[in-house]
């Protein structure tokens, strides 16, 4: 099979690649520079040079593919607008009759609050304010389906992982103040899934040209004070961690301060259905290995 990779070298989009070249694929992704092609096509992939906001310089090569995976963001005051170019673009790419599957990167935070639990047929009438847009942008992907083209959207928990991720912040906090950084009280729900486990998903999605809506999360419904206890003693901290006020954490996290207290138990019945199995059951018991990737990649 050929998969076509927006995204290829960023933090999901890495993953994405790696799976799928393993699993014996050939993949083509899409890169701005030239540094960063060339760092793609060390892992064996092809690189396509182009933004994803303008789908006319890579459209031709899109559709030359079996999938086409939308993994990229381009965080910015245009990111919906954006993002919304890129979708179109990989639609108009898969009319060439070739492309069998388009699949599309969404996130958990299109559920909102979500304490009693959500499923993948979980309600997006009241998204998180950061993300209001996404959720009109998985349904003109779901509602690009036809007899010859699945289409799915992948909404990934707080992914971990290497250098990446908010939870990295609490490996940075407690090697150099001794204690894992906890917004608010820490006793809201935080759905998490590593990078590689969710890479599975995507391959798997693909290769079965699965369509509809599938959440990548392990299931866990850890709160972020035991995630944050975790990372923490897998940093030789002894598991202490240091609360800060929401209004505290705005001035170093912005907006995102606010998503980090969302409180949300999601699970995923359909991609577990589909023979996803996370091989990190949870953060807390992955806090190890995620601690030792994060130094690998240089964190301190």
């Not at 170093?252 to 359909?270: E, H, T």
Request: proline fraction near 3%.
């Amino acid at each position: 099979m050929r998969v076509f990779v927006t995204g290829a070298t960023g933090f999901i989009g890495q993953a994405v690649v790696n799976a799928l070249l393993k699993a014996g694929h050939g993949v083509s992704g899409l890169v701005r520079s030239e540094a960063k092609a060339s760092e793609l096509e060390k892992t064996g992939a092809k690189a396509v040079r182009g933004d994803m906001s303008q789908p006319a310089g890579w459209l031709s090569a899109a559709s030359e593919h079996d999938a086409l995976i939308h993994a990229a963001v381009d965080y910015s005051s245009d990111t919906p607008a954006k993002d919304l170019a890129c979708i179109e673009g990989l639609i108009e790419a898969a009319k060439s009759g070739k492309v069998k599957s388009l699949v599309f990167t969404s996130g958990v935070w299109v559920l909102g609050q979500c304490p009693n639990g959500a499923g993948e047929d979980g309600s997006t009438a009241e998204p998180f304010a950061g993300v209001t847009w996404r959720p009109a942008h998985e349904q003109r992907v779901l509602s690009a389906a036809r007899e010859t083209l699945h289409t799915a959207v992948i909404r990934p928990g707080l992914v971990y992982g290497g250098h990446g991720s908010l939870t990295a912040d609490w490996f940075a906090t407690a090697t150099k103040d001794g204690a894992a950084r906890v917004v608010g009280d820490g006793n809201n729900h935080v759905p998490y899934i590593h990078r590689d486990d969710l890479a599975q998903l995507f391959r798997l999605i693909v290769e079965r040209a699965a369509g509809g809506i599938f959440h990548g999360v392990d299931g866990a419904s850890l709160t972020q004070l035991e995630a944050a206890t975790a990372a923490s003693q897998a940093a030789g901290r002894n598991g202490t961690v240091n609360t800060i006020s929401r209004d505290e954490a705005k001035k170093i996290f912005g907006g995102m301060a606010d998503a980090l207290c969302l409180d949300q138990v999601v699970r995923a019945p359909r991609a577990l259905a589909l023979g996803w199995k996370p091989a990190r059951e949870s953060f807390a018991k992955a806090a190890p290995e995620a601690f030792s990737e994060w130094k690998q990649a240089g964190g301190h």
